[in-house]
């Protein structure tokens, strides 16, 4: 299967670009390979974030509940 790629431009400060640039230089990968490294990693880390607000959220309005360690051990029947 194959997966379509969408192109997208974006403006970077010249210190950025620079670095950016010195990077790819270095290690033989292209500027575009770091991008979308980049981009990936923070867009994870900003769905991990926004899906621990909204559970903390859902908690505090009583929408959710949290076991211990020994409930979550009863409620499946794992007892001594």
Do not use: C, F, N, V
Not at 8 to 13: D, F, G, N, S, Y
């Amino acid at each position: 299967m194959s997966t379509m790629s969408k192109q997208a431009a974006i403006r970077l400060p010249d210190e950025t670009y620079e670095r950016l640039q010195r990077l790819a230089a270095r290690t033989g990968r292209t500027a575009t390979y770091y991008i979308r490294e980049a981009l990936e990693e923070k867009l994870q880390d900003m769905e991990d974030l926004y899906l621990a607000e909204e559970i903390t959220r859902a908690r505090s309005r009583g929408a959710s509940k949290t076991y211990t360690l020994e409930e979550l051990g009863r409620e499946l029947g794992l007892g001594d």
